[in-house]
Nanobody, 128 residues
């Protein structure tokens, strides 16, 4: 059983930075591509960023490209999402997801239904 636990959310001011963490239990972390999604009430879950099993490939949504960075630490079974220059529209519940996959597909990595495991989410609120 794979469990994902997000942390690092909270209240941040516009223009500031935040780092989200996702700790993954189980022995399958190295087999997983990882993704971050976000969701606000009444809207569909939105892709934010993804990283391949090796960490060599990353994908970002246009809305966060250039001001966000996804990374992973296989020794710690943890994936991170750093967000800079935060905007009010970044306010959402952020979810971590894991996808067991031999190959990394940039297109598939953006689709929520392609992921096998999900965390419970962490709230990020950007407001002055």
């Amino acid at each position: 059983q794979v469990q994902l636990v997000e942390s690092g959310g909270g209240l941040a001011q516009p223009g500031k930075s935040l780092r989200l963490s996702c700790a993954v239990s189980g022995s399958t972390f190295s087999m997983c591509a990882m993704g971050w999604f976000r969701q606000i009430p009444g809207k569909e879950r939105e892709f934010v960023a993804a990283i391949s099993r090796s960490g060599a490939e990353t994908v970002y949504a246009d809305s966060v490209k250039g001001r966000s960075a996804i990374s992973r630490d296989d020794a710690q079974n943890t994936v991170y999402l750093e967000m800079h220059s935060l905007r009010p529209e970044d306010t959402a519940v952020y979810y971590c997801a894991a996808r067991i996959s031999l190959l990394f597909s940039r297109s598939s990595s953006t689709i929520p239904g392609e992921y096998d495991y999900w965390g419970q989410g962490t709230q990020v609120t950007v407001s002055s």
